[in-house]
T-cell receptor
Framework: GQQLNQSPQSMFIQEGEDVSMNCTSS?????WLWYKQDPGEGPILLIA???AGELTSNGRLTAQFGITRKDSFLNISASIPSDVGIYFC?????????????WGAGTKLIIKP | GAGVSQSPRYKVAKRGQDVALRCDPI?????LFWYQQALGQGPEFLTY????????KSGLPSDRFFAERPEGSVSTLKIQRTQQEDSAVYLC???????????????FGEGSWLTVV
């Protein structure tokens, strides 16, 4: 099925470093969502974006809805061990139903000991 | 409960066996979704219910997959004659309203992990 292009696929970082990941699409999206999924758990919503250009923060997390409506990024500042997990972007394509989410393949965040 | 509850959490089925996966959405939530997540991938949409009405089943991979929500609350995803390629995590999610807009968060359950051997 259709998926968003999410990168990087994985990241190895030191505790305290900043992290950046992004998602792109060939079509316009009207909603961008960022989720975190821990092993054996369902995805948990981190940040939701509904307007082009919107910049939203949630603690150390910041995400932006790209002006072109075809991309979004998520930044994590000063990473800590509990940030480890898989981060997914998801969104609603403009041309499709307003409930079916399209997902990226995920960015696996690993903190180097 | 406070969140979306799914059962069983883990299911091992023999090839050809029928399975039923249950989802208890958050009370009062109108929208209910089923997603399939293969290992190392993002979830993929299966089907959507608005109350008891199944408005979209375009993501169901074959006619062996069937979902229902007869009273607009609990939902069951049934897979008949399971195949190895059905092995995946099946995620259920619910939201309060139907329109995906600010404030209408989609809440996911922990998933049912199906392994077909």
């Amino acid at each position: 099925g259709q998926q968003l292009n999410q990168s990087p696929q994985s990241m190895f970082i030191q505790e305290g470093e900043d992290v950046s990941m992004n998602c792109t699409s060939s079509s316009i999206f009207n909603t961008w969502l960022w989720y975190k999924q821990d092993p054996g758990e369902g995805p948990i919503l981190l940040i939701a974006l509904y307007k082009a250009g919107e910049l939203t923060s949630n603690g150390r997390l910041t995400a932006q809805f790209g002006i072109t409506r075809k991309d979004s990024f998520l930044n994590i500042s000063a990473s800590i061990p509990s940030d480890v997990g898989i981060y997914f972007c998801a969104g609603h394509p403009l041309r499709d139903s307003n409930y079916q989410l399209i997902w990226g393949a995920g960015t696996k965040l690993i903190i180097k000991p | 409960g406070a969140g979306v509850s799914q059962s069983p959490r883990y299911k091992v089925a023999k090839r050809g066996q029928d399975v039923a996966l249950r989802c208890d959405p958050i009370s009062g939530h109108v929208s209910l979704f089923w997603y399939q997540q293969a290992l190392g991938q993002g979830p993929e949409f299966l089907t959507y219910f608005q109350n008891e009405a199944q408005l979209d089943k375009s993501g169901l991979p074959s006619d062996r997959f069937f979902a229902e929500r007869p009273e607009g609350s609990v939902s069951t995803l049934k897979i008949q004659r399971t195949q190895q390629e059905d092995s995946a995590v099946y995620l259920c999610a619910s939201s309060l309203w139907t329109v995906m807009s600010s404030g209408n968060t989609i809440y996911f359950g922990e998933g049912s992990w199906l392994t077909v051997v």
